[in-house]
């Protein structure tokens, strides 16, 4: 019995113009109305993901920032979990210092180096700022076309017992608290609303969707995931560019049985 589906956005349930479609959006509706609990599990923050959605038609819930929040489909933060404050500034101070690129999102807003290349967020303020105590830092996203120096940070930053390192994309990396992962914050959203494993159905593409692959039996990815979230998952199922996800679970509610089918 299936009542809650997580998706992931950017190369999942997102067309390759990055936007979603209107089958998708209808099939997210459809499903809504059946009384099941969609999820947008995704790695941007609220302000990006809320306005593709608001823009689509739809309204879902939002795991964002790789697992570090979880918010109402009005936006009401129901967890939250920040990287620690002298972890953040060691690997901040560590990318100034390489004069890499990144963007920070944070308690009071989402902040970059390169506002032309994160279009939503607002220039990064002085240091001294960005520490401030009030100040709480959920996700650190690292960006480049040097895509060798990026492996070789990622590799430096695995070695760090005090983070989670994944990426979505080869040109990136994406960095949250040690616990803070989508598959973690998924099993507490189910916990949250007293659901078992069985009754949750996921999707995705990337590497950042893996653990939400290693905890959940149920799990579709796309044919064009990764290799590695490939071999995690219960099945897989056509592009991002073929509807797969509405076609999928438009597929399984048109079902007798779909209460049972998975």
């Not at 005090?162 to 099993?187: C, F, H, P, Y």
Request: glycine residues 6%.
């Amino acid at each position: 019995m299936i009542r809650l589906i997580a998706s992931d956005l950017d190369g999942t349930l997102l067309n390759e113009e990055g936007m979603l479609s209107e089958k998708t959006a209808e099939c997210i509706r459809t499903a809504q109305q059946a009384g099941i609990l969609w999820v947008a599990a995704t790695g941007r923050s609220l302000k990006t993901a809320s306005e593709l959605m608001r823009t689509a038609g739809v309204s879902p819930e939002y795991l964002l920032l790789n697992g570090a929040e979880f918010r109402k489909s009005d936006g009401t933060l129901i967890f939250q979990k920040s990287i620690e404050a002298s972890c953040a500034q060691e690997i901040i101070q560590m990318l100034m210092e390489k004069k890499l690129d990144f963007e920070i999102n944070t308690s009071v807003g989402d902040f970059s180096t390169d506002c032309e290349f994160c279009d939503t967020a607002r220039p990064m303020p002085a240091v001294e700022k960005i520490f401030d105590a009030q100040i709480k830092i959920q996700k650190i996203f690292i960006f480049s076309e040097e895509q060798n120096k990026l492996k070789n940070i990622k590799e430096f930053l695995k070695k760090r017992q005090d983070i989670t390192v994944t990426s979505s994309a080869t040109w990136n990396i994406e960095i949250t608290d040690r616990q803070a992962n989508k598959g973690a914050m998924l099993e507490q959203i189910a916990e949250y609303y007293g659901w078992s494993k069985e009754e949750v159905l996921v999707f995705g593409d990337g590497n950042n969707d893996i653990s939400m692959f290693e905890k959940f039996p149920h799990s579709r990815a796309m044919g064009n995931a990764v290799e590695s979230l490939k071999k995690n998952a219960e099945k897989v199922i056509e592009s991002n560019r073929d509807d797969a996800v509405a076609q999928e679970v438009c597929g399984l509610l048109q079902h007798p049985s779909f209460r049972a089918v998975l």
